[in-house]
């Protein structure tokens, strides 16, 4: 299971932190996704730290044994989202576990 | 680009055929995926298929009732849903894998979802 706080809310060009929380993350990798209602999730950043193609300097990843956090630093107002973490799950019940979701709200 | 459809009122018990049309990657190529969001709630995985169909995960949540299939003449992911129940009513997501560094990983390429609801 990842543990993501429910909400996250920041004003407009400050730092908003997001955190995923789970026991076996040291030993998965941890994938970011953006989503907004109505639309398609949008991969922000792969593997704890990688920023694909495409996606803003201002989000980064980082990672600190069992919590791994994404940053968005400067935060706009199209960055108000719903945010999810998965990874792979290791116990053998599922494929792809993702994290409880972390509403975003540019104040 | 992935191109969900299907989605529509069912009775509880009933079935309903979802699928994904895919463009703009080799689809024989990729894992695919459906993950759901179920109203208020949050990303779920349902199930996954490899890249030649031959094998298919699910989650336990739906074990038994839904069937994963895709079509490589066709780029069309369908994912079988039958005895549904109002646990079932979900926006349903049609996700490509990424295949880096390997299958299984993590979904690159998303639809923007067709909507299941499951009511009498």
């Known amino acids: 299971e990842l543990t993501q706080p429910p909400s996250v809310s920041v004003s407009p060009g400050q730092t908003a932190r997001i955190t995923c929380s789970g026991d076996a993350l040291p030993n998965q990798y941890v994938y970011w996704y953006q989503h907004k209602a109505g639309q398609a999730p949008v991969l922000v950043i792969s593997k704890d730290r990688e920023r694909p193609s495409g996606i803003p300097e201002r989000f980064s990843g980082s990672t600190s044994g069992t919590t791994v956090t994404l940053t968005i630093t400067g935060v706009q107002a199209e960055d108000e989202a719903d945010y999810y973490c998965?990874?792979?799950?290791?116990?053998?019940?599922?494929?792809?576990?993702f994290g409880t979701g972390t509403k975003v709200t540019v104040l | 680009e992935l191109l969900e459809s299907g989605g529509g009122l069912v009775q509880p018990g009933g079935s309903l055929r979802l699928s994904c049309a895919a463009s703009?990657?080799?689809?024989?190529?990729?894992?695919m995926t459906w993950v759901r969001q179920r109203p208020g709630k949050g990303l779920e995985w349902v199930s996954t298929i490899s890249s030649s169909g031959g094998i298919t995960y699910y989650a336990d949540s739906v074990k038994g009732r839904f069937t994963l299939s895709r079509d490589n003449s066709k780029n069309t992911l369908y994912l079988q849903m039958s005895s549904l129940t109002v646990g079932d009513t979900a926006i349903y997501y049609c996700?490509?894998?990424?295949?880096?560094?390997?299958?299984?990983?993590?979904?690159?390429?998303w639809g923007k979802g067709t909507t299941v609801t499951v009511s009498s």
């Open positions: 998965q990874s792979s799950d290791n116990t053998g019940t599922s494929l792809f576990v």
């Open positions: 996700a490509k894998d990424s295949g880096v560094p390997a299958a299984y990983y993590f979904m690159d390429v």
């Open positions: 703009g990657f080799t689809f024989s190529d990729f894992a």
